[in-house]
């Protein structure tokens, strides 16, 4: 008879979260993600942050860009606040428990839950036959990624809400089927302003580093000009903005910009439309892109000092992933154990 499942509060806090190397990273993968990382090391929770490779490759990456991406990656973390001493930071294929959970939890997911997945849909587009079955399998590696380390916390923007909730299944599914409480029921914490940051070219579609449009999105690589260059040509409409946040309803392009200016302002977006009520986006863009500047700017110059040192950033993920893995493999080992695997070397 199974004991039922603990609540994540039964476990030791811990964060878990990672981004892809699979391009630079943007300004929504900063606010919407790691601004909330350091938010969370700088609060003194154990931090796990991880840059998830093989994730990566579930659609083609050339070999040299991948690790030219990974290295910039690790050097935006950095750059941004995250320290290694304090939070573990590392490349997912450092850490073979990832790999080996990821194919137990392959075994745990139903056809049924995976195939429910909006963004395999959306980047599988009418291309579902040829797409990589890593693509489709995709959402059982974050959960391994995720409870290799029984995080009990991942903070991550909204549209990895539905992976989330995925992994919930599959920690539940396990502590069931195999009649333990051995996995937490992680929660997502999807928190603040900017954790839906969308396209600069159409305000109903994601920010994302793999839009072929890079005026659609602000890179971390970008220079002042560029950012205050791509804000200007923004797409908005022609009315002033309102006083209040119902005005934006039917005004995708112009809320977004509002809500990045809020969550670059450490505003509510209801406090910007306030502030600016009445301002025409010729007033509106400028300030923003003056802001983006002065968050953006010295991240980026941080960022491409560390990366004058690649072998230092090498060193760093190393020793993050040494880390990693004296927490994930005792899991992993016990949940060989726990599936009736023989470990006898
Ligand atoms: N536009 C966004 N707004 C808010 N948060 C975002 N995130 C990504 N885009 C936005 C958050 O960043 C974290 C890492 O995401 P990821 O790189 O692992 O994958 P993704 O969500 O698929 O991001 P991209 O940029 O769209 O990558 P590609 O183009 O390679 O698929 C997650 O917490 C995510 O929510």
């Known amino acids: ?17 990672g981004i892809q190397p699979s391009g630079g990273l ?14 969370k090391q700088d609060e003194g929770i154990e931090t796990v942050y991880c840059l998830v490779d093989m994730h990566a490759i579930t659609v083609w990456q050339d070999p040299v860009r991948l ?6 990656a690790a050097a935006g973390f950095i750059a941004a606040g995250i320290d290694p001493a ?5 490349n997912q294929s450092q850490v073979h428990a990832h790999a080996e959970l990821a194919w137990i939890f392959n075994c745990v997911a139903r056809m049924g839950w995976m195939s429910r997945m909006t963004q395999f849909k959306d980047k599988a587009g009418k291309n579902s036959e040829n797409v990589s079955l890593g693509l489709f399998a995709y959402p059982a590696l974050m959960a391994a990624d995720i409870l290799a380390y029984k995080a009990t916390h991942v903070p991550v923007g909204e549209d990895q809400k539905q ?25 997502p914490v999807i928190e603040g302003a900017g954790t839906r940051v969308m396209s600069l070219r159409d305000g109903t579609k994601k920010m994302s580093k793999s839009d072929p449009s890079d005026q659609s999105r602000i890179n971390l690589t970008d220079d002042a000009d560029m950012i205050a260059k791509k804000i200007k040509k923004a797409k908005t409409d022609a009315e002033p903005l309102p006083s209040e946040l119902d005005g934006l ?8 910009l509002v809500n990045i200016y809020a969550a670059l302002a450490g505003m509510t977006p209801a406090e910007v439309v306030r502030e600016h009520a009445g301002s025409q986006f010729g007033s509106f863009k400028p300030a923003l892109a003056d802001l983006a500047v002065s ?14 040192d690649v072998t230092e950033i090498d060193r760093i993920l190393g020793a993050g992933a040494e880390r990693a893995d004296a ?10 154990d726990i599936v009736g695997m023989i470990r006898s070397r």
């Open 1 to 17: 008879m199974a004991e039922p499942v603990q609540t994540p509060h039964a476990f030791p806090t811990r964060i878990f979260s």
């Open 26 to 39: 943007t300004l929504g993968n900063y606010l919407g993600a790691l601004k909330r990382f350091v938010e």
């Open 67 to 72: 690790r030219q991406q990974t290295r910039e």
């Open 86 to 90: 304090r939070s573990i930071l590392f």
């Open 163 to 187: 992976h989330l909730e995925l992994c919930r299944d599959i920690a539940a599914k396990f502590n069931n089927d195999f009649g333990v409480n051995f996995f937490p029921i992680t929660e």
């Open 249 to 256: 309803a039917d005004r995708p392009e112009a809320r977004n």
């Open 295 to 308: 968050v953006m700017s010295p991240i980026t110059t941080e960022m491409n000092r560390l990366m004058q």
């Open 327 to 336: 927490i994930a493999r005792p899991i992993v080992n016990d949940v060989y």
